[in-house]
Protein backbone atom coordinates (compact mmCIF):
# COMPACT_ATOMS: atom_id res chain seq x y z
CA UNK A 1 0.00 0.00 0.00
CA UNK A 2 1.31 3.51 -0.93
CA UNK A 3 0.44 6.18 1.33
CA UNK A 4 1.15 9.11 -0.38
CA UNK A 5 0.54 12.34 -0.01
CA UNK A 6 -1.10 14.41 -2.11
CA UNK A 7 -0.23 18.09 -2.91
CA UNK A 8 -2.11 20.40 -4.49
CA UNK A 9 0.56 22.50 -5.75
CA UNK A 10 -1.56 25.65 -7.17
CA UNK A 11 0.68 28.56 -8.57
CA UNK A 12 -0.20 31.11 -6.46
CA UNK A 13 0.03 34.62 -7.93
CA UNK A 14 -0.48 38.36 -7.19
CA UNK A 15 -1.37 40.55 -9.65
CA UNK A 16 0.41 43.82 -9.37
CA UNK A 17 -0.48 45.67 -12.06
CA UNK A 18 -3.12 47.96 -10.30
CA UNK A 19 -0.10 48.43 -7.35
CA UNK A 20 1.72 49.45 -10.28
CA UNK A 21 -0.47 52.19 -11.16
CA UNK A 22 -1.01 53.32 -7.27
CA UNK A 23 2.63 53.67 -7.24
CA UNK A 24 3.44 55.46 -10.59
CA UNK A 25 0.26 58.07 -9.28
CA UNK A 26 1.67 58.37 -5.47
CA UNK A 27 5.08 58.48 -6.67
CA UNK A 28 4.29 61.68 -9.46
CA UNK A 29 1.88 63.23 -6.66
CA UNK A 30 4.99 63.46 -4.30
CA UNK A 31 7.38 64.68 -7.42
CA UNK A 32 4.89 67.93 -7.97
CA UNK A 33 4.52 68.70 -4.48
CA UNK A 34 7.79 68.51 -3.74
CA UNK A 35 8.93 70.83 -6.75
CA UNK A 36 5.76 73.47 -5.60
CA UNK A 37 6.41 73.53 -1.79
CA UNK A 38 10.07 74.31 -1.59
CA UNK A 39 10.68 75.80 2.46
CA UNK A 40 14.49 77.60 1.06
CA UNK A 41 12.70 80.08 -1.59
CA UNK A 42 12.48 83.52 -0.51
CA UNK A 43 9.12 84.98 -0.93
CA UNK A 44 9.45 88.17 -2.97
CA UNK A 45 7.07 90.92 -4.52
CA UNK A 46 8.47 91.40 -8.52
CA UNK A 47 7.95 94.91 -9.39
CA UNK A 48 4.73 95.30 -11.81
CA UNK A 49 4.27 97.97 -14.21
CA UNK A 50 0.51 99.35 -14.65
CA UNK A 51 1.23 100.96 -18.06
CA UNK A 52 4.24 101.32 -20.59
CA UNK A 53 7.53 102.04 -17.93
CA UNK A 54 9.14 103.51 -21.01
CA UNK A 55 6.72 105.99 -21.65
CA UNK A 56 7.08 107.21 -17.70
CA UNK A 57 10.85 107.19 -17.83
CA UNK A 58 12.57 110.30 -17.29
CA UNK A 59 16.13 110.10 -16.09
CA UNK A 60 18.18 106.42 -16.29
CA UNK A 61 20.89 106.37 -13.86
CA UNK A 62 23.21 103.48 -15.01
CA UNK A 63 25.67 101.41 -12.49
CA UNK A 64 28.69 99.65 -14.24
CA UNK A 65 30.63 97.03 -12.37
CA UNK A 66 33.52 99.12 -11.48
CA UNK A 67 30.73 101.00 -9.48
CA UNK A 68 30.81 103.97 -11.68
CA UNK A 69 27.35 105.87 -11.82
CA UNK A 70 26.21 107.57 -15.19
CA UNK A 71 22.97 109.73 -15.08
CA UNK A 72 22.10 109.07 -18.62
CA UNK A 73 26.14 108.93 -20.57
CA UNK A 74 27.15 111.47 -17.91
CA UNK A 75 29.56 109.95 -15.30
CA UNK A 76 29.23 111.46 -11.95
CA UNK A 77 30.13 110.44 -8.68
CA UNK A 78 27.87 109.70 -5.94
CA UNK A 79 28.48 113.14 -4.03
CA UNK A 80 27.18 114.66 -6.60
CA UNK A 81 24.34 112.67 -7.58
CA UNK A 82 21.42 114.18 -5.78
CA UNK A 83 22.15 117.80 -7.79
CA UNK A 84 22.44 116.65 -10.80
CA UNK A 85 19.30 114.15 -10.20
CA UNK A 86 17.34 116.93 -8.68
CA UNK A 87 18.27 118.89 -12.19
CA UNK A 88 17.69 116.31 -14.46
CA UNK A 89 14.12 115.51 -12.86
CA UNK A 90 13.31 119.50 -13.12
CA UNK A 91 13.55 119.50 -16.73
CA UNK A 92 11.05 116.93 -17.12
CA UNK A 93 7.84 118.28 -16.79
CA UNK A 94 5.84 114.96 -15.74
CA UNK A 95 4.39 115.16 -12.19
CA UNK A 96 5.55 112.22 -11.19
CA UNK A 97 9.19 111.66 -11.84
CA UNK A 98 10.42 108.21 -12.56
CA UNK A 99 14.06 106.93 -12.52
CA UNK A 100 15.13 103.95 -13.86
CA UNK A 101 18.39 102.45 -12.32
CA UNK A 102 20.45 99.40 -14.60
CA UNK A 103 23.22 98.01 -12.70
CA UNK A 104 25.47 95.60 -13.48
CA UNK A 105 24.84 91.74 -12.28
CA UNK A 106 28.44 92.06 -10.21
CA UNK A 107 27.01 95.84 -8.46
CA UNK A 108 25.92 95.29 -4.90
CA UNK A 109 22.49 95.39 -3.86
CA UNK A 110 23.95 97.81 -0.93
CA UNK A 111 24.93 100.47 -4.12
CA UNK A 112 21.44 99.93 -5.94
CA UNK A 113 19.36 101.16 -2.72
CA UNK A 114 21.83 104.32 -2.10
CA UNK A 115 20.76 105.38 -5.76
CA UNK A 116 17.38 104.46 -5.08
CA UNK A 117 17.28 106.53 -1.32
CA UNK A 118 18.88 109.66 -3.13
CA UNK A 119 15.96 109.54 -6.05
CA UNK A 120 13.22 108.57 -3.33
CA UNK A 121 14.59 111.85 -1.37
CA UNK A 122 14.01 114.05 -4.39
CA UNK A 123 10.65 112.38 -4.32
CA UNK A 124 11.03 110.62 -7.88
CA UNK A 125 9.55 106.82 -8.09
CA UNK A 126 12.38 104.36 -9.33
CA UNK A 127 12.93 100.88 -10.83
CA UNK A 128 15.92 98.66 -10.74
CA UNK A 129 16.75 96.29 -13.06
CA UNK A 130 20.70 94.22 -13.00
CA UNK A 131 21.90 92.68 -16.33
CA UNK A 132 24.74 90.22 -17.09
CA UNK A 133 27.24 91.07 -19.59
Known sequence: MSIRKRFKS???ELDTGPLNDILFILMFFFLI??????????????????????AKQS???SIDKNNEIFVGQKKIPF??????LRSQLLITDSTKPAVVINADSLVSWGDIV?????AKKLGA????SVKSE
Open 10 to 12: EDT
Open 33 to 54: ISTMANPNVIKMNNPRADSDAK
Open 79 to 84: DSLAPV
Open 59 to 61: VIV
Open 114 to 118: RVMQV
Open 125 to 128: TTSA
